[in-house]
């Protein structure tokens, strides 16, 4: 084991160390010879721990099968043979540590074959042992687990922290005191990364093929609002610059993904793999080969990372509100897009700009001035539309129970029982109450249920109005032109907008902030959507659309979430990705909306107020 271990040492030396000498990255001995001298230590304890996984898992097994040979000396065939059953092994049966291993090896081969460069060998195992971790904790989840490759750009003076410390983002980079360009983040924090070799490539002489681990993905048009807190792992955006309504699909989202930024919110979800020089794709040479580096890449990450795991198409996913603005809108109801309505929209772009320009999510003073103005006109077009309905959210659920819900039992009552809440004896009638469905509690029980859910415990009634947990927002409805899949009729659609505030005493924390919430839905505008809009703004003005508390898709806690009542979030994909068509939405979502005391559609007027 110990002559394995020094011939390994050994190699993972040499390796490295024409690593550095090789070009193709427009880094010389100038910007490549810094690992070696700094880490050597740590590099040997990495290739040793490796080379023991190896070693310890397969060398046993390898031989119980020699020893079943008979005796003589083996064949070259027989050795290579050997070798091959001893990498299937390894593949099969290696978790984290076996794959980063063997698919780290198959990397640094292709880079010298393209005569590119690419992180050492124990880190490039290290950052990817940490990427398969986080996907083996997505996937346990429920989200897509998939890898693909992606490029970046950056300056070769900043490669050495890249390669020592892999690719962070602003705030992982902060905390380090690493110093790095910062070219804006109109996304918000997080890894830029592109699709192709060509976008984005002005942001530096070097270019990087990394692999990425995008997993909860919502797309954004135009730029993130600056006060936005989005509920997933990746964001993928489009800046919507120079696009016509030709160039856009019933989303209007674009139809080419080539101005895509694809920026993954965590630094594990990147890896930097094969730099090269940023001037190579430029020539017909350069472009063949850092498109072979890619299908290679991609070959290697399906092989060992991505076994039954689907590519993640971003046009299914989510398209939260931004400030980008259609240069032909789609009518608002009972309003047109008037001057005023553009000088507002302008107001919104020119704060969310500068703010963006000044500050990436700190406290700076003038940025947040910028963020003020930026709400107050988001607020002014709330009010400049007709169909905007506001909630507030009560300070205690128990304000909305009349003061007849609860009477004192009379004698035909049978106090015999226990307590359903307490399971104490029933037995002072002074103490107990009943409700309108009959139902006897002690008076001190029932008001302390009534302020997590004012229903009856027992056969779910709603005491009085139905009131939920949903924090204080706006709903907005408008209409449009696109087609939910499945229906001919245009859609109609819904923009709730939560801003973020403090939880109520009825929430998991009281007191503790929440994030926001922005997302969208769409509903055919038919008979059967414009029915189920008016039990929807009934539903969102008793607080009954959205909750407080951990996210199921990224298990952050004080996160505004949905409550019960779905949406389509999508006008297209079908019930997977949340969209149309679905023939049991209807039926289902008013099913939720009758369990949760939600009134009939003809005792609601077009607000969804009760008549």
């Known amino acids: 084991m110990a002559n394995s271990l020094t011939r390994r040492n050994q190699a993972s030396s040499n390796n490295n160390s024409s690593n550095q000498r090789g070009g193709g990255g427009g880094g010389g001995d100038g910007n490549d010879s810094w690992r070696r001298n700094a880490n050597a230590t740590d590099g040997r304890k990495k290739t040793e721990r490796h080379a023991d996984v190896v070693d310890l898992f397969t060398q046993p097994l390898l031989a119980a099968k020699l020893s079943k040979q008979e ?96 690719l962070l983002t602003r705030s992982d980079r902060n905390s380090q005191q690493l110093n790095a360009t910062f070219h804006g983040s109109i996304f918000g924090d997080g890894i830029y990364t592109a699709n192709n070799p060509d976008s984005f490539s002005g942001f530096g002489n070097t270019g990087v093929l990394v692999a990425r681990l995008p997993g909860e993905i919502v797309r954004v048009r135009g730029s993130l609002p600056y006060f936005t807190m989005v509920d997933s792992n990746t964001i993928v955006g489009d800046k919507m610059k120079v696009i016509t309504s030709q160039q856009m699909d019933t989303d209007n989202w674009p139809l080419n993904n080539d101005n895509h930024e694809i920026v993954l919110r965590s630094s594990a979800q990147c890896v930097p793999m094969i730099k090269y020089d940023a001037r190579s794709r430029k020539t017909r040479k350069g ?67 500068i703010a963006m320009r000044i500050s990436d999510y700190d406290y700076d003073p003038v940025a947040m001035a910028c963020c003020h103005i930026t709400t107050l006109s988001v607020a002014l077009i709330a009010l400049a539309a007709d169909d905007t309905l506001s909630y507030k959210a009560p300070k205690s659920l128990t304000t909305g129970i009349p003061s007849d819900a609860m009477s004192t039992p009379d004698s035909s009552c049978d106090m015999k029982e226990d307590c359903v809440i307490c399971c104490g004896p029933l037995e002072n009638w002074n103490k107990c109450t009943k409700l309108k469905c009959g139902h006897i509690f002690h008076k001190e029980c029932i008001q302390r249920a009534f302020q997590s859910k004012p229903q009856c415990p027992v056969c779910r009634k709603s005491i009085g109005a139905p009131v939920g947990k949903c924090p204080s927002g706006t709903m907005t409805t408008t209409t449009s032109s696109m087609r939910c899949s499945g229906f001919r009729e ?95 939405y209807f039926n289902n979502c008013n099913a939720e909306l009758d369990g949760l005391g939600v009134p009939p559609v003809h005792s609601l007027d077009e607000n969804g107020k009760e008549v």
């Open 71 to 166: 005796g003589g000396v083996r064949t070259r065939s027989q050795v290579k043979a050997d070798l091959r059953e001893r990498e299937n092994l390894m593949t099969e049966s290696i978790e984290v540590e076996g794959k980063a291993v063997l698919a780290v090896q198959e990397i640094i081969a292709l880079a010298k074959a393209n005569n590119a460069d690419t992180i050492t060998q124990d880190d490039m195992v290290f950052f990817t042992e940490n990427m398969l971790r986080l996907q083996q904790e997505y996937v346990s989840k429920g989200i897509n687990g998939h890898i693909d490759v992606g490029y970046h750009y950056t300056s070769s003076k900043h490669i050495t922290n890249i390669w020592q410390h892999g």
């Open 287 to 353: 472009k063949e080969c850092i498109k072979n580096m890619e299908k290679g890449l991609q070959d290697i990450f399906d092989k060992y990372f991505n076994a039954g795991l689907q590519r993640s198409e971003y046009r299914d996913a989510e398209i939260l509100l931004s400030n980008w603005v259609p240069r032909a809108p789609q009518v608002i109801v009972g309003t047109k897009f008037t001057l005023l309505t553009a000088l507002i929209v302008s107001c919104i772009m020119f704060g969310v700009e």
């Open 490 to 584: 245009g859609s109609i659609v819904i923009t709730y907008v939560i801003p973020a505030g403090k939880q109520m005493s009825y929430h998991d924390n009281p007191g503790s902030r929440h994030a926001s919430k922005h997302t969208t839905a769409y509903i055919p505008n038919n008979p059967d959507g414009q029915a189920l809009l008016k039990r929807l703004k009934y539903a969102f003005l008793h607080g009954l659309t959205f909750t407080v508390g951990t996210s199921v898709t990224t298990g952050r806690q004080n996160q505004c979430t949905w409550a019960s009542i779905h949406h389509k979030t999508s006008p297209s994909g079908g019930v997977q990705f949340h969209g149309f068509p679905d023939p049991d």
